[in-house]
């Protein structure tokens, strides 16, 4: 089966050679040299000033909520994978979502100020499938109404908005190194932040408040990555323009073949994306699974992210209906996208989509007049 993606292994003998100094130095976990080593060149590679591992990106949310002190709700987006909202939720922070803008797929800031409650304070959003948010519009938002802001920014690995990481914006980002993600450690994640004070207490919190030997100040957890995750990390990260350029080749065939038949994601102005995912929207939930039935049978693993919407979740009521997030969650389907995926496999998928659409549309029917 061709799934949504395949985890990348490079050559295995790069990777055995970061292993044998783990061996060497006896050095498991706890900021190893391999740890210090993928910090700084992630630092580096990314152009930040402040990045801290941590061992998933979900923790890497909860412990940038504590670092920055949210308490009460905080206004985020309901199209997101789940655990955006879920950390939230269990650091005791009531999300209220927001709905997202019908064509960038990402938290719609004009929609922020009417989901403010009175004890909101933060705004966290997605940079979905790694398109940037509009960041300068919700930074004046959080300005006016004195929020801090976190973005999730788990699809955004390598991505510029305005010539610069667009973790540069925020008080803090988060990233998720998931074996899954475009570049991983296995198990792994990071806060970025420019503030060196909220980068001090992330430290603290990841190592359960021990600031010395013989001396622990306050409340913490164990969010530290391990050298064997540090390891895998170097090695992807050796590969990474590489893994970038395939990508980049096989959106751009994606895009130039499907775009003006189906529905994609409009990429913010002045940035530059990494085609982590590649989403597509369908007519209607009805053909997105009879696509996903009909690729199933040719060997193709499409999956549906995000599906649910994030506003349907029992444990989160009550919520206010997202309409838009709830109908681009039924009609969206990710399609495969890795280094190594064969081009024919492409074409593949290609042809069963736009087979489907021409079984449902009249050529002479345009999308907009469809929905
Ligand atoms: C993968 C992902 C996460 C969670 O990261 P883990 O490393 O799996 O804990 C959070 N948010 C988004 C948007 C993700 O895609």
Redesign the pocket.
């Known amino acids: 089966m061709i799934n949504v993606t395949k985890a990348y292994l490079g050559d295995i003998d790069k990777f055995k050679a970061y292993v044998d100094r783990i061996y060497a130095s006896h050095w498991l976990t706890n900021h190893g040299p391999l740890c210090c080593e993928l910090e700084e060149r992630l630092k580096d590679y990314l152009g930040v000033r402040h990045l801290i591992l941590t061992n998933?990106?979900?923790?890497a949310?909860q412990v940038a909520y504590r670092a920055l002190g949210l308490s009460g709700s905080a206004v985020t987006t309901p199209f997101?994978?789940v655990?955006?909202s879920s950390s939230l939720h269990w650091e005791g922070i009531r999300p209220v979502f927001a709905d997202i803008d019908p064509h960038t797929w990402n938290l719609d800031p004009e929609q922020i100020p009417g989901s403010l409650q009175a004890d909101t304070s933060a705004i966290v959003a997605?940079h979905v499938f790694g398109n940037p948010c509009a960041v300068e519009r919700i930074e004046a938002i959080a300005r006016q109404y004195r929020l801090k802001v976190v973005y999730?920014g788990?699809?955004a690995f390598a991505v510029k908005h305005a010539g610069q990481s667009v973790y540069h914006w925020g008080d803090a980002s988060?990233l998720?190194?998931?074996a899954?993600?475009l570049f991983h450690t296995i198990?792994?994640?990071a806060i970025v932040t420019n503030d060196d004070e909220v980068a001090a207490r992330v430290r603290k919190l990841c190592n359960f408040g021990i600031t010395d030997v013989d001396k622990i100040e306050g409340l913490g957890t164990n969010a530290k990555l391990n050298e064997f995750c540090a390891a895998m990390g170097l090695s992807v990260l050796d590969d990474i323009d590489n893994i970038l350029e395939r990508r980049a080749e096989m959106g751009h065939y994606y895009r130039q073949r499907l775009s003006g038949y189906l529905d994609l994601q409009r990429q913010a102005d002045d940035s530059q994306v990494n085609y982590s995912y590649f989403p597509v929207a369908l007519q209607n939930e009805t053909q997105v699974l009879a696509m996903r039935t009909e690729l199933q049978a040719g060997g193709i693993n499409p999956r549906r992210y995000f599906y649910p919407s994030l506003d349907t979740l029992e444990y989160l009521q009550p919520q206010a209906v997202q309409y838009q997030s709830r109908s681009l969650s039924e009609r969206v389907l990710c399609l495969p996208i890795y280094p190594g995926l064969a081009r024919a496999t492409q074409d593949q998928v290609i042809d069963t989509l736009l087979r489907g659409h021409e079984l449902s549309y009249p050529q002479s029917v345009s999308w907009a007049t469809a929905v």
């Open positions: 998933n990106g979900t923790l949310l997101s994978f655990a955006t997605t999730d788990a699809h988060t998720s190194f998931h899954t993600k198990e792994g994640g």
